[in-house]
T-cell receptor, first 114, second 114 residues
Framework: GQQLNQSPQSMFIQEGEDVSMNCTSS?????WLWYKQEPGEGPVLLIALYKAGELTSNGRLTAQFGITRKDSFLNISASIPSDVGIYFC??????????????FGEGTQLTVNP | ETGVTQTPRHLVMGMTNKKSLKCEQH?????MYWYKQSAKKPLELMFVYNFKEQTENNSVPSRFSPECPNSSHLFLHLHTLQPEDSALYLC?????????????FGSGTQLSVL
């Protein structure tokens, strides 16, 4: 099946640092979604991207839909301890997708040290 | 506050037990989903219901039996599970089960099979 590769798998940063993570696919995607999952909770949607090249912000979070449509990036500026969690990318591949078959990456585990 | 509520939050069961997971969404959505989340693995789609009809069964073993009595409620009936079935089971909903729909997740049921 389709696979999304997220990197890095984990990050350990100091409070106040900027964070950058990305997601790549071998298939073209027509939508990219970024979710955050905190311990003991389900994933929460952060940002949705629908057009190649699109750049969208949500507070300190900024995500971009790659021009090739095979990648997406998520940046977090001036990190704070509550940014801790697992960040997932997700999306439906352009071809072969039926119904609701969203594909999820394995996630980037973010740890922020105060 | 989440619009998707799952109960119980935690469940421990023996391999011969029968239990059920419950999910309720208060978002007026028409599609509901069950996902399995195991450590170090991407979210795995199990079942999809659209307007109460099952539209997708992702080769899930028959020891997992979903039920969707209406668009707001979704159950996952469990019987004769295996220890490898231990995982976080997430319910999600969306407006409809189409390719670009954004999913809204519940907090999950952490299941341990002894």
């Amino acid at each position: 099946g389709q696979q999304l590769n997220q990197s890095p798998q984990s990050m350990f940063i100091q409070e106040g640092e900027d964070v950058s993570m990305n997601c790549t696919s071998s298939s073209i995607f027509n939508t990219w979604l970024w979710y955050k999952q905190e311990p003991g909770e389900g994933p929460v949607l952060l940002i949705a991207l629908y057009k190649a090249g699109e750049l969208t912000s949500n507070g300190r979070l900024t995500a971009q839909f790659g021009i090739t449509r095979k990648d997406s990036f998520l940046n977090i500026s001036a990190s704070i301890p509550s940014d801790v969690g697992i960040y997932f990318c997700a999306g439906p591949p352009l071809r072969g997708a039926s119904g609701s078959r969203l594909t999820f990456g394995e996630g980037t585990q973010l740890t922020v040290n105060p | 506050e989440t619009g998707v509520t799952q109960t119980p939050r935690h469940l421990v069961m023996g391999m011969t037990n029968k239990k059920s997971l419950k999910c309720e969404q208060h978002l007026g959505h028409n599609a509901m989903y069950w996902y399995k989340q195991s450590a170090k693995k991407p979210l795995e789609l199990m079942f999809v219901y659209n307007f109460k009809e099952q539209t997708e069964n992702n080769s899930v073993p028959s020891r997992f039996s979903p039920e969707c009595p209406n668009s707001s409620h979704l159950f996952l009936h469990l019987h004769t599970l295996q220890p490898e079935d231990s995982a976080l089971y997430l319910c999600a909903s969306s407006q409809a089960a189409t390719v670009n729909e954004k999913l809204f997740f519940g907090s999950g049921t952490q299941l341990s099979v002894l």
